[in-house]
């Protein structure tokens, strides 16, 4: 496995996955917690680093995915997942999981058949969504009402196409949440993201793990889940 936080649930297993992507941060020690959080509840959570040693040059290289939908990141997504479902502890069922730049990543792979299950939290929507919807699979997603960089429009444009594509989703926008809602981070990017209007919303961040684990334990589920094409 890649350089990453891997979270192991107590027990024998076999455990369903979830690959974890993070913010534009990289693997914080809000991506420990995330990580932890999946494991105490039965999950085998993995979240590679989606940058290479923090070389600036990789880093300008993950952006530019995430605006276009291409490049080497989603080459280590596919790698992080396949390093997930060859371990003896994992089911071989596997969601992935992001967060705002993450979440942009989860929405865009749970598009291509690449997972059982996307977890999509207040990642950005790409303006053409049909090449996305070629194989798709189950999304749950949660959004911020008062985001000031995903748009509300955006989230219902979202909703409406996974809805007309009959795409099981679970999509929510809580109306009073910022970005970045349900993550916690400490010092010295706590103050970075409360200046950019971010903040952690306790009771809404409670409310969208336990839609996200409900979700989860029905779509990784074997008799709910379809061939993911590897």
Not at 14 to 43: K, S
Not at 73 to 88: N, Q, S, W
Not at 114 to 123: I, K, R, T
Request: with cysteine; aromatic share 10%.
């Amino acid at each position: 496995m890649r350089k990453g936080h891997l979270s192991v649930p107590s027990g024998a297993g076999p455990f369903p996955g979830v690959i974890v992507l993070h913010d534009a941060f990289g693997l914080t020690g809000d991506v420990a917690r995330q990580c932890a959080h999946l494991a105490a509840n039965g999950y085998l959570a993995y979240a590679p680093s989606l940058y290479e040693g923090g070389n600036p040059r990789c880093v300008k290289q993950v952006f530019q995915g995430a605006l276009k939908g291409t490049g080497p990141v989603f080459d280590r997504i596919a790698e992080a997942r396949g390093a997930l479902t060859a371990r003896d502890d994992c089911t071989g069922y596997v969601a992935v999981a992001g967060f705002c730049l993450g979440g942009q990543f989860a929405l865009i792979a749970g598009g291509r058949g690449l997972f059982d299950a996307a977890v999509v939290n207040y990642g950005l929507v790409p303006k053409d969504l049909d090449p996305l919807l070629t194989a798709p699979c189950p999304v749950v997603g949660s959004f911020g009402g008062k985001d000031t960089i995903v748009p509300v429009a955006d989230v219902e444009r979202y909703r409406e196409a996974l809805t007309a594509a009959s795409v099981p989703h679970d999509i929510k926008l809580y109306p009073d949440a910022p970005h970045g809602f349900i993550q916690s981070h400490g010092d010295p990017y706590k103050t970075m993201i409360r200046v950019g209007g971010m903040h952690h919303v306790p009771e809404d961040a409670q409310d969208a793990w336990t839609r996200i684990f409900a979700f989860l334990d029905t779509h990784l589920e074997p008799e709910f889940v379809s061939d993911p094409g590897f």
